[in-house]
């Protein structure tokens, strides 16, 4: 099993934090295996010396975000184009602290998920619940929500890649993982949706929250989870490091 392992750095490194990661590590430039696809996202002002750093290694770099316009009058934005033009291959979208903090909606991640793909870029989706709706039992009925303009947006299109992070709004950052019998459920319940709906594309599913190299092993126990975003443990070298090679 070839599991995906996603390091959202967030803003929680800075530039120069984010170089001296990369600097001076052939062991992360060998992280990328039989066994692990590595994605790093930095922040965007350090994702251009990244690639030339980790160029000729198996590590991916990835963005946290990108504009849901081509390209045009929008001061501030960073559109997916410019991000392959630098070596990106994938881009977060969708993240809980976007759609909350920045009221980023379905319409515009759908939007930014169509000019990825035609940037040859992958996006790594985010879905979730919060606590209200985990407590009511409400989380198939986001995720249903959540997923089902995405498909709509995609069925037409032939056998595209698509990572979708399924991220539990109250493990984020919290240290609270789910049971492992309720990431069971939400991850078959996830596979049927799309296996049946999107049967032509290429689909991974990654679990996101809380990640830590103590309770890795016991998410990877946990069927039909292709790989995992991993937050704040990303940011130490360490810690990644023993998370994928445990
Ligand atoms: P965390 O963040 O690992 O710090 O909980 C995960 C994420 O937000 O992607």
Known sequence: MKYTYVANWKMNLTY???ISFCTNKQQLKQLGSNAAQVILCPSFVALAPIVE???NSSVFIGAQNCSEY???AYTGEVSAQSLSEVGITHCIVGHSERRILYSETTETLVKKIDLLHRYNITPIICVGETKDHFTNKATFTVLTEQLKPIIKNVEQQK???LIIAY???WSIGTGIVPENTYLEEVFAWITKLLHSQLPEHAIQ???GGSITATNIKQLKSIQNINGFL???ASTDFKEFESIIQP
């Open 230 to 232: 991993i937050g704040g």
């Open 70 to 72: 081509e390209k045009g």
């Open 167 to 169: 991220e539990p709004i």
């Open 159 to 161: 056998n595209k890649v």
């Open 205 to 207: 599913l990654l679990y």
């Open 53 to 55: 750093m980790l160029k």
């Open 16 to 18: 120069n934090e984010s």
